[in-house]
């Protein structure tokens, strides 16, 4: 019953009101690239994950998030990154063409590469996983992408995510107070007086 609740709190909020405060950040093209991490996988609409992988990001992610997110990959062009070990999840990510995200993000650029969302299992945070997976999704989108602009957000109470996009060499671009109505025909957003990384 709770699950069937939360589904329907997530739809009705996509569909009537959503409004979202993000610390915001680009990829310096002078900064760090990055490196790819052999522990790391990546599945696309090409090869998309096994059922063990995509079972094991239901159980994390949620019915609902991955229906969502496993769509995109298989018609939007997204790209699934997931770190195992064994039976258990580690992280994941994801690294999405920028029409994926422009409802809420598309204020910020006409075109990019949205990296996340990121999620660590907490018996694995702070082992340096974060930072590992933010440096393949970096190397991975200068071999995939070229210079195309990598944007990345957290929400702005997310604390350690902030500082593990910082320390990966992503610029603060500004924190965002972001409103979708109306499936998105309705939206605005507004720059917070002060910025992510301040």
């Known amino acids: 019953m709770r699950r069937g609740l939360d ?17 915001i950040f680009r990829d310096d093209p002078n900064g760090q690239r ?9 599945y696309d609409a090409a090869r ?24 995109r990959l298989r018609r939007a062009g997204a790209i699934l990154l997931v ?5 258990e999840l580690v992280a994941y990510g994801w690294l999405q063409p920028w029409h994926c995200v422009r409802r809420e993000f598309g204020f910020l650029s006409h075109e990019g590469v949205c990296l996340g969302p990121y999620w660590t ?4 945070r702070g082992r340096g996983v974060y930072g590992r997976m933010l440096g393949h999704s970096l190397a991975m989108c200068r071999e995939r992408f070229g210079e195309t602009p990598l944007y990345i957000w957290a929400r702005s109470e997310n604390v350690a995510s902030v500082r593990g ?3 990966a060499g992503f610029a603060p671009v ?24 301040a």
Do not use: K
């Not at 589904?7 to 610390?23: F, P, Q």
């Not at 490196?35 to 996988?41: K, N, S």
């Open 83 to 87: 770190q195992t070990d064994g039976a």
């Open 48 to 71: 998309p994950p096994p059922a063990d992988v995509a079972s094991l990001f239901r159980r994390h992610a949620g019915r609902w998030g991955a229906l969502v997110m496993l769509g």
């Open 165 to 167: 996009i910082e320390r």
């Open 34 to 42: 990055g490196a790819l991490d052999a522990a790391i996988q990546s």
């Open 121 to 124: 299992n907490p018996a694995w």
């Open 174 to 197: 500004g924190t965002f107070r972001v409103v979708t109505a109306l499936a998105g025909l309705v939206r605005y957003h507004v720059r917070c007086a002060s910025t992510a990384g």
């Open 7 to 23: 589904i329907v709190r997530m739809v009705a909020e996509r569909l009537c009101y959503r409004a979202r405060t993000y610390a």
